[in-house]
């Protein structure tokens, strides 16, 4: 649905009297095919490049170099035919805009009749905790119900693709979870969503793939728990084993078991190439007499491995 | 049509602005009932004369600058009403919420224009003659309306144009309000040293300063419009517009 294909954003200022002019390559060869439906995360350390391949997916920004296109279409023109919702990562209104006409306005521009747009945007209040905020001015409101009414404005269309950029920026922990429960709703609905965010592990909790993103390359495509069998290019998968009796039969079945600790007995670490041999394996140990009291799936945290990626040199996102 | 949908906030987003013009309209208002409560003849008209017992010279001046201040207010109110009408919702990331939605910004901010510029108009084509029935009992007719139409097209038509590259755009448009005065000025002075060839250049580019002195004379003098010279500010301004909107269509929103 989504392709980058050796897509790349330059940005050159103009010359300064006290200098000549400064190119910045913010994107440089993006590759990137990105299916319909499903939660894709871009990550990446401050200004690795995240907001301009949000700027260049939704066709803000045209590309230096390569193509982007939407369902074959040019982003520009995918957005104006088919619309997209978006949460910008500082989203600002006027403050002197009411939250509710706001809400009703912005869903006028998604072409809606006013009496559909008004009902859409009442949806939208009660769905993001903003009905008692309904009539105040966007200027008493504080930062994290400024942030619900940019995810409520986002929510309006309905859209096949949504793209939020840093969308937990802000809301409390009870609002993060909301907004998790909110996001899998539209990934059921077979929405696409990408968002962009440093909360590593609240993206962890959302998302399918992530891309990381660095210095304006794509450094690596990860794939997350969530994506739990789809992909063939998972890497293998570790499990937790936790055995009621004796260890003897676990060599036959699982050559590379090794003992998570000295402090817990009965708890081995293993890695299978995907669920049908962790299936096979365990059905050799059963049969073989092995006593299994616990199979727990051991993910190495996203953190983690984008540490790994980025090196040592490399800044956390 | 959706693009009308944001006409009551825009609105919204403006009131300060329109509340500090009526306010200077007051001013000027109140300026007009006190000469004429203080000073008028039989007829009931503001005496120079009496105005010039009463205060002196500084009052007399105060008057023409009041009046000369009211032939530029179709100027002022077109640019407070008009500034950042595209290049604040580029700074505040509006632009991008508009551009998400299956709407074309050429019909959200053409709808904003033109409200702007019908708010200029009705409140300038109300002041004016107001202004003017007050103090010397009669107004300038059509003409009025014509002279406030001219500065809403260019100014209005130059700020939406600058709004889409600048920031500063009404800024730029009363600078290049004040060169054009300027350059007419030196221009009907004979006092231009350039090459005619650049002279006829900058004055075609910069806004039509001597074709709205011309309309400026028919309304002050009470003279016939002179429509040629109303065609050629309403084709500047339009030209302007469409500028305006093809930069609209082809620039990032960066």
Known sequence: ???????GKRFVSGPRPWRGPVTIDALKDVTLSIPEGGAWGVVGPNGAGKSTLFALLLGFLQPTSGAVRIRGLAPRRYVRRHGAAYLPERFRVPGEWRVRPALVALARLEGLRPDVAARRADEALQRLGLEPFADREVRTLSRGVLQRLGLAQALLGERELLVLDEPTEGLDPLWRIKLRAILEEQRAAGRTILLASH????????????????????????????????GATRGPLRYRLELAGTARELEEAFPGAVPVGPGEPGAYRVTVADEAE????????????GVVSAVLPETEPLEARVQRALGSGGEAT | MSAFALLGLTLRARRRRLLVLGAFALLFLAAAVAARVLVSDADGHVDPDRLFMVGGYPLVSAML??????????????????AGLASDDRRDGLAR?????????????GVRAVTLGAVAFLFCGALLPLFD???????AGPATLVLVASYVLVYGGLTALLSVWSRGDAWLALLCAIASMVWDALRRADMLTVPPGTRDLVTFVLPPQAALFELEGAFGSLQPIPWDAFLYVAAYGLVMFALAGLSLAKRDLA
């Open chain 1, 1 to 7: 649905m989504i392709e980058f294909v050796g897509a």
């Open chain 1, 199 to 230: 909360d590593l592990a609240e993206v962890e909790r959302v998302v399918e793939r992530v891309v990381l993103l660095d210095g304006g390359r794509v450094r690596e495509v990860f794939e997350t728990a969530l994506a739990g069998g789809k």
């Open chain 1, 278 to 289: 962790l299936s096979t394996r365990l059905g050799a140990l059963i049969a073989a007499g």
């Open chain 2, 65 to 82: 600058l009041f009046g000369w201040l009211l032939g530029r207010f179709p100027l002022i109110a077109t640019l407070v009403l008009m």
């Open chain 2, 97 to 109: 919420l508009y551009a998400v939605r299956p709407v074309s910004p050429l019909a959200v901010y």
């Open chain 2, 133 to 139: 029935l007050i103090l010397i009992g009669t107004w």
